[in-house]
């Protein structure tokens, strides 16, 4: 068991790319989460999936966000056009089932500059 | 809405001191609430939990006793450690049912001196 493994863990791109982040969680783990973390702050939530199902979206996650679970295992998160404001740390967290402990990846490091 | 406020840091303390980090939440109905630590350059851990009123989450020597009454989790240690050094945030969830949607405070910074 190798924990929550996101890729890349830093990314720069520039306003108007778009950028892609991958989360790998922990095996078996049928939730899986994403967060957005800005500097000084705590982690926000964005969205969350039970196997490949995206049960719930939050209002933080405008239309240039998208995240998938196709099989049921890794996800994606795609940011498009891609705004200054996006500037963040992205994390990604998988629990067993909807009431264990969620364990949290390293992040994602993203900069648009 | 739901929502939960932390002592602002950055707490600075002396090796073998007393800590309390404080930590108060705003929530409907009955949530559980966490306690996780983020060391310099890891991810997010989950340090210790509690899921009803009274109840007293324990881990690596720090404690945070569930208040309903006061509508708080506030985070002690009797003797901090160099090796505590890290940021700590509260969190809670919607009850017990989804222990991963997390609502988190803004994190307070505990930097221990030798």
């Known amino acids: 068991d190798t924990g929550v493994s996101q890729d890349p863990r830093h990314k720069i791109t520039k306003r108007g790319q778009n950028v892609t982040f991958r989360c790998d969680p922990i095996?078996?783990?049928?939730?899986l989460y994403w967060y957005r973390q800005t500097l000084g702050q705590g982690p926000e939530f964005l969205t969350y999936?039970?196997?490949?199902?995206?049960?719930?979206k939050s209002r933080l996650l405008s239309d240039r966000f998208s995240a998938e679970r196709p099989k049921g295992s890794f996800s994606t998160l795609e940011i498009q056009r891609t705004e200054q404001g996006d500037s963040a740390m992205y994390l990604c967290?998988?629990?067993?089932?909807?009431?264990?402990?969620?364990?949290f990846g390293q992040g994602t490091r993203l900069t648009v500059v | 809405g739901n929502s939960v406020t932390q002592m602002e840091g950055p707490v600075t303390l002396s090796e073998e001191a007393f800590l309390t980090i404080n930590c108060t939440y705003t929530?409907?109905?009955?949530?559980?609430l966490f306690w996780y630590v983020q060391y310099p350059g890891e991810g997010l851990q989950l340090l210790l939990k509690?899921?009803?009123?009274?109840d007293k989450g324990s881990n690596k020597g720090f404690e945070a006793t569930y208040r309903k009454e006061t509508t708080s989790f506030h985070l002690e240690k009797g003797s901090v450690q160099v090796s505590d050094s890290a940021v700590y945030f509260c969190?809670?969830?919607?009850?017990?049912?989804?222990?991963?949607?997390?609502?988190f405070g803004q994190g307070t910074t505990l930097q221990v001196k030798p």
């Open positions: 967290a998988s629990s067993l089932n909807a009431n264990t402990e969620a364990f």
């Open positions: 095996s078996e783990h049928n939730r």
């Open positions: 999936f039970q196997n490949e199902a995206q049960l719930e």
């Open positions: 929530a409907t109905g009955y949530p559980s």
């Open positions: 509690a899921t009803k009123a009274d």
């Open positions: 969190a809670l969830s919607y009850g017990s049912s989804n222990t991963g949607k997390l609502i």
